[in-house]
């Protein structure tokens, strides 16, 4: 998939601060105690209330001021672009601004559903939205459109996690992320409340079932599931990390309810094949970051689903 056009040594630069992205925690951030004595930090807030506001990049300052402003032209430059290039309908949720330009953050129209980014060029002297300077990081688009074609061909495995979480947050005294922030500051793919799936690894299936997709965008999932083989592939390269947060402002986490949360997924049946991780943080996001990890977060990695 050919990526649109004139991108300087600026824009280069301003991938670097949203690769991170794809990662479990986003590693922009300063982890640590957000306390100091009685003032609190308030670069954070509590993920019951987070949608995204507040999310910063580095240098934005300026491009941030025309690319809300702009909002309108932005959208319709990557609707356009998704399109073309990617055979893709998609939702323009928010713009972020960083050094020559401004993140996009889109969510995909129905199936194959994900939340990824794109980033459009900005000339801030002249307060011009370059349109026809758009860029992807690589393989962010196609991990993104796989995962979705992945959650269309496992949809009963998938169905089988949702009900865990969905349990788990009902049992035991934990939140996942408000729909809000998942659409305005996460490009983590195949993206839920309480897990998101990040399988780049898988880059011989990700090529092919993504060159079917982009051959017929209206592809059913049935045909998809004829083309693809779910007890052949690694299961070491589908990551999966399941990220939930203490549901009270007060609250720590914990290893007993960590250990407890754990032993409940290693007796489940049916869900995707996997690499999972489990991750317990407490209430708070840093709203600069996107990201729950402090020094009080608790983790179970490399869960090997088989």
């Given at each position: ?10 824009l ?11 990662k479990?925690?986003?590693s922009?951030e ?5 306390t ?14 987070y ?18 402003e702009?909002f309108?032209?932005i ?5 356009a672009?998704?399109?073309e290039?990617?055979?893709t309908?998609?939702?323009?949720h ?23 980014y ?36 496992m ?12 349990q788990?947050?009902?049992?035991y ?7 809000e ?7 983590t ?23 079917l ?11 998809l599931?004829?083309?693809f083989?779910k ?29 407890d ?6 007796g ?39």
């Amino acid at each position: 998939m050919k990526k649109i056009s004139v991108i300087g040594l600026g824009l280069m630069i301003l991938v670097t601060g949203c690769m991170t992205m794809n990662k479990e925690n986003n590693s922009n951030e300063t982890d640590g105690d957000y306390t100091t004595g009685d003032a609190f930090d308030d670069r954070y807030v509590s993920v019951n209330d987070y949608t995204g506001e507040g999310y910063d990049l580095v240098n934005g300052e300026k491009t941030d001021v025309i690319a809300n402003e702009k909002f309108a032209e932005i959208e319709d430059a990557m609707k356009a672009f998704f399109l073309e290039e990617y055979k893709t309908e998609v939702i323009v949720h928010n713009v972020v601004g960083n050094m020559d330009g401004a993140t996009v953050f889109v969510e995909s129209v129905g199936e194959p559903h994900f939340h990824t980014y794109a980033m459009i060029g900005i000339d801030v002297k002249e307060e011009k939205i370059m349109t026809e300077s758009i860029w992807t990081q690589d393989s962010q688009v196609e991990q993104g459109i796989f995962s979705g074609l992945l959650a269309m061909i496992m949809d009963e495995e998938f169905a089988a996690l949702d009900a865990f979480t969905d349990q788990i947050a009902e049992k035991y005294p934990v939140v996942g992320l408000r729909q809000e922030a998942i659409n305005n500051v996460k490009a983590t793919a195949y993206t839920t409340p309480y897990y998101f799936v990040q399988p780049m690894a898988l880059q011989d299936e990700m090529e092919k079932m993504n060159r079917l997709y982009f051959e017929n965008p209206s592809i059913s999932a049935e045909e998809l599931k004829s083309q693809f083989d779910k007890k052949a592939y690694n299961a070491n390269f589908l990551r999966i990390s399941i990220q939930v947060y203490m549901d009270e402002k007060d609250s720590k986490p914990t290893e007993s309810l960590l250990d407890d949360i754990v032993q409940e997924f290693n007796g489940l049946e049916g869900i995707p094949r996997g690499k999972y991780s489990i991750w317990l943080h407490d209430n708070y996001v840093n709203k600069l970051s996107a990201s729950g990890n402090q020094d009080s977060s608790l983790k179970e990695r490399d869960i090997i689903i088989e």
